[in-house]
Every structure is written in C-alpha cells, then in structure tokens.
C-alpha cells in the first residue's frame, strides 16, 4: 500500500509546549465583543429556551461563509417566523409555509427549509424540546458505540419525506463529513462558564466534543503541526481532537477560538512554534 502524504506534526511529547501560547489566544478571542460578529449571537438573542435551541441551530447549519452574510440571512429567517421560531415550529401548517417562500441562502432553498422545520416540528412534539431530543440521540449513539452525528443524522431524518438534497445540509461523520457546523452548534450548546458559549445543554460533558474543522481552524492546526492530514474530513477532526485533549482533557474545544483567532485576532506565531510553512 503506498504511503499516505501528510504535513509534518509536532512530536505528542511536545505538544503541552503550545498550552501557554493557545490559551492566551484563547482569552485574547473568547470575549463580550466577539458576540456581535458571530452567529452565536442568536443564542444570546433569546429569553425563550426553546428559540435559543432553534434558532441556534439554523444560525450554525447556516454557518457557511461570510460571518455577517450569515448573520444576515439568519436573522431574515427568524424574522419570517415572527422572531418566535419556537411557536412558528412547533405550530408549523401549511398556511405558515408562505413565510418561507422565496428563502434562499447559498444552497438552502425555501423546500430545504420546509422540510427542515417538518422534522424539528415532529421533534418538538415528540420530545418536548430539542435537547430531550439530542439526549436521546446521546444515549443510543453510546449505546451502539456509534459516532454523535451519525446517529443524528440517521434520526433527524426518521421520517422525512423531502428531497434526498435537504438531507445534505445535516452532515454525517461516517460518510466522512468533518461536522463542522453540528459541532460548532454543540461548541455553543455544550461548553459551560463560556463568556461567549451559551451552554444550554447539559446531556452531555465538553470533554467529549469534538472540534469545528473549518479552513481556517485546520491551516492553523497544521503551521503548529496539530494536523498532518491533508484533507478536511472526519479522521482530520478525529486526529486534531485527539492532540487538543492532551493540552485541556475537559475542555479540548476551547481551541477553536485559539486556531480560528489566529486568522482574526492578528496574533503572530513565535517562530520556533510554526512546523510547516505552506499550507
């Protein structure tokens, strides 16, 4: 079999050398000011529990481009569900669909969004809320030692009867899927005494989430040499996951702020940190 190319990585001996430096950035990104210019701002938008759950949700399945395009968009869907996505949901008819006419954002299309709130409908009434929902999820994924999102994925769309298209927009990790946007909403959801992450669930510990991979995370993991996978995909999540529990076992996902930061925040790498220059 021939050898897989990868990126230089750093030895395992030496990555708690990055903890001071990360964690710094760490601080330096996750704080009141980054609230307004990220999605998660509709967490924070909501008194409601449920519209935190669900708004939450289509602001991080709609997390795909220009943060404020997002917001954007994100906010012109809760505006056509009255800003109240928990009653408009719940209550959904066919009479209500005309709110959705004509939505469009990147490649979600009015259809994909019907069809999305059929589901999170059926849920609602079956669980009472999401999280009953994501807990249920929780316990036969451990049950059946089967990856979170996979099994997710497979009960999110139990009973959809919608384009197979629609089913693109909730990823999956075992059709190799890195999960970014379903683990950047459990980021949100999960992670408690976060300035910035709501932490409205507590079905399951943020020693066990995994990472958002986006492009900007993984060009960053690999300069440190975190990530020697080449492409972007779920063994590249397992595999930085993996090196960002050694330098916090509990809270590995709060270096999403230091690997995304370091595109934003200007934050220069010390020289002697950077393991491979071109990526």
Known sequence: MPKVSRHRTIPLKRIPELKPFLDEVVKLVEVPSYIDSDPVLFLHAYDDLIDKQLAGFFAAIMAW????????????????????????????SDEKRAALRGFKHRTFTEEDIHHLVLNLSRILTEF????????????QSKAQNRELIATFHERFFEYHTGPHRTKKHIASSEKGSSCKRLYLYLRWTVRQNSIVDPGIYTFMPASE????????????????????????????????????????????AKYDYALFGLGVADVKVPEEMIITRRV
Request: net charge positive.
């Open 209 to 252: 989430l995994m990472i958002p991979l986006d492009v900007h995370v993984a060009r960053h993991a690999r300069r440190l040499g975190l990530l020697g996978r080449k492409q972007n995909d779920w063994k590249a999540v397992e595999e930085l996951t993996r090196k960002l529990r050694i330098l916090d076992p509990l809270d590995p």
């Open 65 to 92: 481009g220009r943060r404020d395009i997002v917001i954007a968009k994100v906010n012109e869907l809760m505006e056509r569900m009255n800003q109240r996505p928990g009653e408009f949901i719940r209550h959904y």
């Open 128 to 139: 009472g809320d999401f999280e009953a929902f994501w807990k249920s999820v929780y316990e």
